[in-house]
């Protein structure tokens, strides 16, 4: 995980892709390739979607189900 820092600014850091992620989920269940697939112009290394989805699955930000698909378990 690249968090901001001298070395990484917040526009190239795993929390920068977080709110990307998230706006893509809030119309419903996405396949984890589909996903990765909407984010890779984001990502610098195929290891940033990784990250940003450790990072989210530790905050209980977002979960997958039995078919594959990513969901947000943020409430509206």
């Known amino acids: 995980?690249?968090?901001p820092s001298k070395l990484y600014p917040y526009e190239k850091?795993?929390?920068?892709?977080?709110?990307?992620?998230?706006e893509l989920l809030?119309?419903?269940?996405?396949?984890?390739?589909?996903?990765?697939t909407s984010m890779r112009q984001s990502l610098a290394d195929p290891?940033?979607?990784?990250?940003?989805?450790?990072?989210?699955?530790a905050l209980r930000s977002v979960d997958i189900n039995?078919?594959?698909e990513v969901y947000t378990?943020?409430?509206k």
């Open 73 to 75: 378990c943020l409430k």
């Open 26 to 36: 809030q119309f419903g269940p996405i396949k984890v390739i589909d996903l990765y």
């Open 13 to 22: 850091s795993t929390l920068a892709l977080i709110p990307r992620v998230l």
């Open 47 to 57: 290891t940033d979607f990784l990250s940003v989805m450790d990072c989210l699955y």
């Open 1 to 3: 995980m690249q968090l």
């Open 66 to 68: 039995s078919e594959g």
